[in-house]
């Protein structure tokens, strides 16, 4: 194992996302703008890690596994600190989780294989507005103990608790849905399944 630049940063994710998840369920105004400020270091460490490996150091088996469980533990703390606060629902979270988790491991397995598994345009969406909807919620909760524009904290909390949000959650988990059967079907060769077969 190569404990490179690039992995290290990746691995200093995985490091982040237990502090970041008792920051933001503390509900304390501080801990949870020092939990966006972490959510923040961990975005831009996502596109270091990664623009650092292609440009210097060069991708490996290795960075390739530990780069995006990196980013779905990350994805995971955020997601269960607002379960735990009850913005969003269970269930949902369990499925995304699931989800990537699986996907992870499908791609140790094909490498172990010799094959490799490529990212599909609605999986780099459905990350994409996992993040948007992350931030989304962190915003709300940054500015929620401020008077911002005349907003009360009762007026985000509205915002934060809503049929809007929930509906949001529907919709990623539906799209996260997707991105598992499409992954399954693609990738079906590895499980010894002929895509000509009856």
């Not at 980013?71 to 995971?76: G, H, N, S, Y």
């Amino acid at each position: 194992m190569k404990f490179s630049l690039p992995n290290i940063i990746s691995l200093l994710r995985i490091a982040i996302a237990p502090v970041f998840y008792v920051f933001i369920i503390s509900n304390e105004p501080l801990l949870i703008r020092y939990a966006c400020w972490l959510f923040i270091i961990g975005a831009i460490s996502d596109y270091l890690d990664g623009w650092l490996a292609r440009n210097f150091y060069g991708t490996t088996n290795w960075g390739k596994f530990v780069d995006p469980l990196a980013d779905k533990i990350f994805l995971a703390a955020a997601f269960l600190s607002f379960v735990y606060l009850g913005i969003i629902h269970l269930w949902m979270v369990i499925i995304i989780i699931i989800r990537d988790f699986g996907t992870t491991f499908l791609r140790v397995f094909a490498v172990n294989n010799k094959h490799t598994i490529k990212t599909s345009k609605s999986a780099k969406w459905k990350t994409f507005l996992q993040m948007v909807f992350i931030c989304y919620i962190l915003i709300l909760m940054y500015f929620r103990d401020l008077k911002i524009a005349n907003m009360t904290s009762v007026k985000i909390n509205n915002l934060i608790y809503s049929y809007f949000t929930y509906y949001m959650m529907l919709v990623l988990t539906i799209l996260t849905l997707w991105t598992a059967v499409e992954y399954l079907i693609q990738n079906r060769h590895l499980f010894g399944i002929n895509r000509n077969d009856n």
